[in-house]
């Protein structure tokens, strides 16, 4: 089974300052396929999931540009750069390169 | 509008058995591969059972194999999630999904 390991699991960022999260796996993500199975959720209160990135890098519909997503075979990154006060949640990665595993989930809150 | 409703969660003994469902519109789907996700109360996202989008393949977490069965009627656009022997551990909001698109979830509190 495939351990997905988050950092940090709690943030406290300044409206406008970037924030950054770390995902790593236990083993590489890279598929068979070529394609590596990464996705990024944001949780917020008393919501779903909404999903931010795919497969690492591409940002869903409809999600600003001030997320982004890189990395490559078992570390990944989450990268806000400037946090504004709708972003407050629990952030999840997701791989689904080998049936799938969520990270522990980063809580974002604003100073 | 792509939409996923579950529905079927309550409260159920340990031991007792639950059958949950999830209504799908908006898409085609029996071209998407579905999946299970729970939420225990306070914790983080826990996968649980996924098929294959002609019902053909289907895999579980551990810990709910011989206990959860995942199916489908793409005829009805409709995700099934049987569950068994159900335990206190198993209480949970429990989201049906398509990764990119995710239902508002059904609750299932296992208590006596």
């Known amino acids: 089974d495939i351990v997905m390991t988050q950092t940090p699991l709690s943030l406290s960022v300044t409206p406008g300052q970037p924030a950054s999260i770390s995902c790593k796996s236990s083993q590489s993500l890279l598929h068979s396929s070529g394609k590596t199975y990464l996705y990024w959720y944001l949780q917020k209160p008393g919501q779903p999931p909404q999903l931010l990135i795919y497969e690492v890098s591409n940002r869903f519909s409809g999600v600003p540009d001030r997320f982004s997503g890189s990395g490559s075979g078992t570390d990944f990154t989450l990268k806000i750069s400037r946090v504004e006060a709708e972003d407050v949640g629990v952030y999840y990665c997701l791989q689904s390169t080998q049936l799938h595993s969520f990270g522990q989930g980063t809580k974002l809150e604003i100073k | 509008e792509v939409q996923l409703v579950e529905s079927g969660g309550g409260l159920v003994q340990p031991g007792g058995s639950l059958r949950l469902s999830c209504a799908a519109s908006g898409f085609t789907f029996s071209s998407y591969w579905m999946k299970w996700v729970r939420q225990a109360p306070g914790k983080g996202l826990e996968w649980v059972a996924s098929?294959?989008?002609?019902?053909?393949?289907?895999y579980y977490v551990e810990s709910v194999k011989g206990r959860f069965t995942i199916s489908r009627d793409n005829a009805k656009n409709s995700l099934y999630l049987q569950m068994n022997s159900l335990r206190a551990e198993d209480t949970a909001v429990y989201y049906c999904a398509r990764w990119d698109v995710w239902g508002q979830g059904t609750t299932v509190t296992v208590s006596s």
């Open positions: 098929i294959k989008q002609d019902g053909s393949e289907k």
